[in-house]
């Protein structure tokens, strides 16, 4: 598990420190300190999904930081615009060649 150094990484790049992210998700920062001084096992679902909800990525990424995935939210676009992105997508994925 890469959890913590993919921490790091999207506070670095969302050039925020640990004390915005506890404040935005609810919890302390005290107790992200926590995580790196007495290990993370303990860190709920619940706070690793409001994590992964805030920086707009999978579980997946956030714990291993191995897929690429890419959100369209209805926050951004509008529901005609997000069935174009979905059936874009779909043609893409029929058109591809076996390899």
């Given at each position: ?45 619940s ?15 956030l714990?291993?930081g ?6 369209f ?23 591809r060649?076996?390899?």
């Amino acid at each position: 598990m890469r959890f913590l150094e993919n921490l790091e990484h999207l506070l670095k790049i969302n050039n925020m420190k640990k004390s915005d992210l506890a404040k935005h998700i609810g919890i302390t920062q005290p107790t992200i300190n926590a995580w790196y001084t007495k290990g993370y096992d303990n860190v709920s679902l619940s706070t690793l999904v409001k994590i992964s909800k805030f920086f707009n990525i999978t579980l997946e990424e956030l714990i291993n930081g191995e897929l690429k995935t890419i959100y369209f939210s209805s926050d951004e676009y509008s529901f005609e615009e997000l069935n174009v992105i979905i059936n874009f997508s779909r043609f893409l994925k029929t058109t591809r060649k076996e390899l």
